[in-house]
């Protein structure tokens, strides 16, 4: 199938190394103490995050350290075909394992002995990239909670099909079975905290498309930031002189 | 999407029996100072997520939150045994049965075509209350009984419809009418596709969603026909009944029941002037019931020396912890009075009354 078409243009009209429509949001749930939604073009996702606070299950507080802990479900009508899952099924209980071992490497943990983080990461829509929308959701959550990080985690991913190298990719283009590179960077430090390829890459076409991953992050980054900016002006304004 | 919240409130016996007395009170001195059949304001949107068919969103102010996602799919109609019944209803109409458009439509529609899940933080699927509270959903949509209907394509295609309910945050309160309310703004905005094939061919459908025909049609006026059904909480205290109450009520409730209504259709030609229509009642079983009881001082070990003379006989004991019964908090137990309940199902019911107020509330959320 050709997912890039001679005149250079994706499935869905982008250009190969065009990101789709990124948009982020603070303060969703009302109850959490740090929440967000992010959106990578059709992929939503809306991530909570309740603590640092006292650690639910004695056995599992660490003395010098904050207990950092995920929960990744999505919603039954987030597929295009309606999915009936179980909770904690194999692929849910790793996307949890990802997203926790990399906010747990941007997060102060020493900061925080013997409390206990949770993020909660729920997908309303998927369409291709859900891990990298997971990721940034909870970075937007975490920082909205107030919680201690190094820096910004962000995350993108990259695939390479038709022997062209594409950026962030869709649900169509993700399922093409063509290499997938999921990158998570930290934006100030250049420093990457998470990479996944689910597929054999040839070296040099793997620095390439690894490289393109990285600038998605990085426009990912900027575009957190300025979120995060907005919101503090509004905190600010709302709280008068 | 939350941590496992306790469903138990936290309030001492002495707070408790003093909401409980504020609220025997006549009027009733609600917490927040509502009246007895004001609603807590709420926040909605709807069509959220353009890949459903359609969404909505309602969030309390007190942080309770919910997402509901209804999906329609194709489905063939088993024909198996279908025949047969069919058979059966054209003799009915032959033999001028009354009953007979009740059945044909039973032969038309069937209840498996709406399948309802409930999602609530810190319970497992199979857990009783997300299934309780997706029965309580999925009794009210099937005995309204006009959705089933609409589903129907031809004798062989039917939609079937996956109402997905996530309550977002823990669930505090007793968060059935939420859920109910979230679900009657997303199946309003609900479309389906339109059928451009013949009505007795295999469907085919129009790609344009702009075209895709709406669930529950409006008429010229821009108000609904017909509106799915939605849930109330109701709960009494000696004999207030109290519309909508939050969690600190609910501790001190003495029966919570749960009415679904609908709009009645045949308003104009009937001669009662009710604007709804009762279509499930269920009692609830009260959170109250699980409160800690108060221990009065006459009988409190920690207390007696000080305010009581030494202990006598246990026959004195239980003469004295009998009559101070009513001096301190108890869980209620016991049901509702008969006269009770039908004043809140005309409270509902009658016209300008709170069953008319609240879809007239979620009438005016705009998409």
């Known amino acids: 199938m050709e997912y890039v078409s001679p005149e250079g243009l994706r499935l869905d009209g982008r250009r190969p190394m065009e990101m789709r429509q990124i948009r982020g949001e603070i303060g969703a749930v009302a109850k959490a103490d740090g929440s967000a939604v992010f959106e990578m073009g059709n992929t939503k996702v809306i991530a909570a995050v309740y603590g640092p606070r006292e650690v639910q299950n004695r056995s599992q507080q660490i003395s010098d350290q904050a207990l950092v802990r995920c929960e990744y479900s999505m919603a039954n009508f987030s597929t295009g075909d309606r999915m009936r899952r179980p909770k904690g099924d194999r692929r849910s209980t790793e996307i949890s394992l990802v997203i926790r071992q990399t906010m747990e490497a941007c997060i102060m943990t020493h900061l925080m002995p013997r409390s206990q983080i949770d993020i909660f990461v729920q997908v309303l829509q998927a369409d291709g990239g859900t891990r990298s929308a997971c990721i940034n959701a909870a970075t937007l959550a975490l920082a909205d909670a107030g919680i201690p990080m190094r820096d910004l985690v962000t995350s993108c991913s990259a695939g390479y099909l038709n022997s062209t190298p594409l950026l962030d990719l869709n649900y169509v283009e993700d399922s093409a079975g063509g290499p997938d590179v999921t990158v998570g960077i930290l934006a100030k430090m250049d420093k990457v905290t998470l990479l996944q390829m689910d597929a054999k890459l040839p070296m040099d076409i793997f620095e390439n498309v690894m490289q393109l991953a990285t600038e998605g992050c990085k426009a990912v980054a900027q575009c957190i930031q300025e979120v995060l900016l907005e919101n503090s002006k509004k905190l600010e304004y709302q709280r008068g002189p | ?367």
């Open chain 2, 1 to 367: 999407m939350a941590p496992p919240g306790s469903l138990q409130t936290l309030l001492s016996p002495a707070e408790l029996s003093f909401l409980h007395s504020s609220l025997s009170l006549q009027p009733p001195i609600r917490p927040d100072l509502r009246k007895s059949t004001q609603f807590r304001p709420l926040t909605a949107e709807t069509d959220i997520l353009p890949t459903t068919n359609g969404s909505a969103r309602i969030c309390y102010n007190d942080g309770t939150e919910a997402i509901v996602g209804v999906k329609a799919e194709l489905e063939k109609t088993a024909t198996q045994g279908r025949a047969k019944v069919d058979a059966e209803t054209m003799d009915d109409v032959e033999e001028g049965n009354e009953h007979a458009g009740f059945q044909r439509r039973v032969t038309k529609a069937a209840n498996s075509w709406l399948e309802t899940s409930v999602e609530v933080p810190g319970f497992r699927d199979d857990d009783s209350l997300p299934i309780f509270l997706g029965a309580l959903i999925t009794e009210a949509l099937l005995s309204s009984g006009t959705l089933q209907d609409k589903l129907w394509i031809n004798e062989r295609w039917h939609w079937k419809l996956y109402i997905d309910v996530l309550l977002l945050s823990p669930p505090l309160s007793y968060p059935l009418p939420l859920l109910s309310l979230t679900t009657h703004m997303a199946l309003l905005s609900t479309s389906l596709p339109r059928l451009i094939s013949e009505p007795s061919d295999d469907p085919l459908f129009d790609d344009d969603w702009a075209a895709a025909v709406p669930l529950y049609a409006k008429d010229a006026h821009g108000e609904y026909t017909a509106r799915p059904p939605a849930t109330l909480l109701v709960m009494t205290v000696g004999t207030n009944i109290l519309f909508d109450p939050s969690k600190d009520e609910l501790a001190v409730a003495e029966s919570v029941i749960a009415v679904s209504f609908i709009p009645r259709s045949d308003r104009a030609a009937s001669s009662v002037d009710d604007a709804m229509k009762i279509v499930a009642v269920r009692m609830v079983d009260p959170p109250s019931r699980l409160t800690p009881p108060g221990i009065p001082d006459a009988v409190n070990p920690a207390t007696l020396s000080a305010s009581a003379p030494a202990p006598q006989s246990s026959v004195n004991q239980e003469a004295l912890s009998s009559a101070v019964k009513g001096s301190v908090w108890n869980p209620p137990r016991g049901g509702m009075k008969r006269s009770l309940l039908a004043q809140i199902v005309k409270m509902v019911t009658q016209s300008g009354g709170v069953g008319e107020e609240v879809l007239e509330g979620l009438a005016g959320v705009e998409t």
